[in-house]
């Protein structure tokens, strides 16, 4: 959708997207968005 890399673990779509100045993580439950609001992560 967004031109990431995409991988589906139990009918949850993650789709993750670089860019050289930033990292999105986009996430669907059965084509409906996630809310992740206040969730963190940490890129190594």
Same mark, same amino acid.
């Not at 670089?18 to 609001?37: F, H, M, N, Q």
């Given at each position: 959708?967004? %031109? %990431?890399? *995409? =991988?589906? *673990? !139990? #009918? +949850?779509?993650?789709? &993750? @997207?670089?860019?050289? #100045? !930033? +990292?999105? /993580?986009? +996430? &669907? #439950? /059965? %084509?409906? @968005? @996630? #809310?992740?609001? %206040?969730?963190?992560?940490? @890129? =190594?």
């Amino acid at each position: 959708m967004h %031109g %990431g890399a *995409v =991988t589906e *673990v !139990s #009918d +949850i779509n993650y789709e &993750l @997207v670089a860019t050289p #100045d !930033s +990292i999105a /993580l986009y +996430i &669907l #439950d /059965l %084509g409906k @968005v @996630v #809310d992740i609001k %206040g969730a963190t992560a940490t @890129v =190594t």
